[in-house]
């Protein structure tokens, strides 16, 4: 058994170096973008916002201030039943255009934050939508470098990159490398013409797709996945008419979490949709990442308690493990100018191992607490 166990590890280990490595091609193979033309397409700025009265001002903010054409922008903000002073906010703001929508759902619902989209979308006059959240802010040139992107790659759906930024304390520096890694893997998916992952926090697609997609139609029972699997779905057709913006000028900052329990609900959330992809080579991909962090686990286990047979394998596969990491998330470092955040990567790979099994498993099974509600 011991041995089975040291077989399986080794190939897992070399499989997930592959894949690393693949990845690391994918964000290679995305180019800079330079030279970009004047957008000229309409554009509407589309954020569902619940209890963001400490946030919204600063995002309204930051997408009134951008380098951008005043009248072919439109932002929109749908209060998703909050019981702070959001509405009243985001009303200071009806001169300069900013439009509110209020939900007044009376039934139960899982997803608010598709319905609070697609509210939106149905009544909103840009040509193409852009998403991001109520916590997010932007350099001056990020909606013109969103949409010159945009325009010159003719995309259908477009991703850009989301980084933690003003971090207070370890952990949440720790949260920044790790989402690197993630934001990192869904442009390298791009870059590889095999989408698998995006973010809703800086994601462009055209509104004529979305309709032609049914919309969230599929998906709408879900309380995450307005970006994931809505980019799964224009992949299904249009895998070579997605994109994604490498460029330092289109990033949305956000908050990493202030603590390990919104930090697990955050991402318990993100992994309640893992299984429910079309396409079941992601799922199988996922499955078999989850598997090689559940064998090391064990491995390590083991290793503890005496067993000496399982040591050399454990640590080829560990090593080999912060090795590839490491040469795959140095390019995202560099992008986002924090190369001081790879001192802690050892540390980020020993706890991804132990987080990894548990969100999986957590992540499909019951409800977790999103915003105030009970979801699943």
């Given at each position: ?33 330079r ?64 439009k ?15 319905l ?11 040509e ?89 139609k ?38 990493a ?27 199988a991909?996922?499955?078999?990442i ?76 019951g ?5 105030g509600?009970?979801?699943?």
């Amino acid at each position: 058994m011991i041995q089975i166990l040291n077989y399986l590890l080794i190939i897992f280990a070399c499989v997930y170096a592959i894949l690393v490595l693949w990845m690391r091609r994918g964000w290679l193979m995305l180019q800079t973008p330079r030279n970009l033309p004047i957008p000229t397409k309409t554009v509407s700025v589309i954020i569902a916002a619940r209890n963001e009265e400490l946030n919204i001002r600063r995002t309204i903010e930051s997408i009134l201030g951008q380098n951008f054409p005043i009248e072919l922008l439109e932002l929109i903000i749908i209060d998703d039943h909050s019981d702070d002073n959001t509405s009243t906010i985001v009303r200071e703001y009806a001169e300069k255009g900013v439009k509110l929508i209020q939900l007044n759902e009376n039934g139960r619902l899982n997803s608010y934050k598709k319905l609070a989209i697609s509210r939106a979308i149905d009544c909103c006059k840009g040509e193409i939508i852009i998403t991001t959240d109520a916590d997010c802010r932007m350099g001056p040139n990020w909606l013109c470098t969103v949409m010159g992107t945009f325009e010159r790659e003719d995309a259908y759906l477009q991703s850009s990159p989301v980084i933690y930024s003003e971090e207070t304390s370890f952990f949440e520096r720790l949260q920044t490398l790790e989402f690197l890694y993630l934001i990192g893997l869904g442009a390298a998916g791009i870059g590889n013409r095999k989408p698998t992952t995006c973010n809703g926090a800086n994601l462009a697609y055209r509104k004529d797709i979305f309709k032609q997609m049914g919309g969230f139609k599929g998906i709408d029972e879900l309380a995450s996945g307005d970006d994931e699997l809505l980019l799964h779905k224009v992949a299904e057709r249009y895998p070579e008419r997605i994109t994604f913006c490498k460029s330092a000028e289109a990033v949305v900052y956000t908050d990493a979490k202030p603590n390990l329990k919104s930090f697990i609900s955050q991402r318990r959330r993100w992994a309640s949709k893992s299984t429910k992809y079309k396409n079941k080579g992601v799922i199988a991909l996922g499955i078999s990442i989850w598997f090689f962090n559940l064998l090391l686990l064990i491995a390590s286990i083991l290793g503890l308690l005496g067993v000496k047979l399982i040591g050399l394998a454990a640590i080829f596969a560990l090593l080999l493990k912060m090795l590839v990491e490491s040469f795959f998330i140095q390019p995202m470092t560099s992008f986002a100018k924090r190369n001081e955040l790879l001192r802690y990567l050892p540390i980020l790979s020993l706890a991804h191992i132990v987080y990894l099994v548990y969100i999986g498993i957590l992540g499909n099974v019951g409800k977790y607490d999103w915003k105030g509600r009970q979801v699943k």
